[in-house]
């Protein structure tokens, strides 16, 4: 069984568009997070979400927005797509705070 | 968090331990050491985590000076499947804000 899933694997899309990704965990873990890693393989986070409450939003436009609808999802809705958004994302899940995290699959964004 | 350094690149001997180091000298009480690795195209992958004492699991160890201001993982019999990007993270207690710097890539070869 996969522990955490992300839909769609690859997302090829058109500058100004607005699109989600999803992320699912089985692991019955308390916070997820998005991270973005950029075409420099640098990987930062994003986005965490503990109990259905946002608790770090690093300097990331206001374009992205995370959702959680239960405590097992953590979807990213991204609008007016620019090039620059262009990156693979990873979501995540751990425990507690500060438990060891298990990495989705990654979602490949391409903004044409 | 404190700041990690860490070699850009090493090459391993399949079969044959791989050491990878990290200098964390910046490192606070409540912070502990965490590393993971990233294998091409997959998304990151925990390895092991310590405080001060040394840590062993299946997967690898981990030696923490006693000073803390750096540590050392170590594959005990690398294979091909662990050519990878290792990330060394020093991360405080109660903080989920993991802060991934450039990492060690790892190449094992036959």
């Known amino acids: 069984d996969t522990a955490v899933s992300q839909t769609p694997k690859y997302l090829v899309t058109q500058m100004g568009n607005d699109k989600s990704i999803k992320c699912e965990q089985n692991?019955?873990?308390?916070?997820m997070y998005w991270y973005k890693q950029d075409s420099k393989k640098f990987l930062k986070i994003m986005f965490s979400?503990?109990?259905?409450?946002?608790?770090i939003n690093e300097t990331v436009p206001n374009r992205f927005s995370p959702k959680s609808p239960d405590k097992a999802h953590l979807n990213l809705h991204i609008n007016s797509l620019e090039l620059g958004d262009s990156a693979v994302y990873f979501c995540?899940?751990?425990?507690?705070?500060?438990?060891?995290?298990?990495f989705g699959p990654g979602t490949r964004l391409t903004v044409l | 968090d404190a700041k990690t350094t860490q070699p850009p690149s090493m090459d391993c001997a399949e079969g044959r331990a791989a050491n990878l180091p990290c200098n964390h000298s910046?490192?606070?009480?409540?912070?502990?050491v965490y590393w993971y690795r990233q294998i091409h195209s997959q998304g990151p992958q925990y390895i092991i985590h310590?405080?001060?004492n040394n840590e062993t699991n299946e997967m690898a160890s981990l030696i923490i000076t006693e000073d803390r201001k750096s540590s050392t993982l170590i594959l005990p019999h690398a294979t091909l499947r662990d050519t990878a990007v290792y990330y060394c993270?020093?991360?405080?207690?109660?903080?989920?804000?993991?802060?991934f710097g450039a990492g060690t890539r790892l190449t094992v070869k036959p």
């Open positions: 995540a899940s751990s425990q507690v705070l500060d438990g060891e995290q298990f």
């Open positions: 979400y503990n109990n259905k409450e946002l608790i």
């Open positions: 310590g405080l001060k």
């Open positions: 993270i020093a991360r405080g207690y109660n903080n989920n804000d993991m802060r």
């Open positions: 910046t490192i606070s009480g409540n912070e502990y």
């Open positions: 692991l019955g873990h308390d916070t």
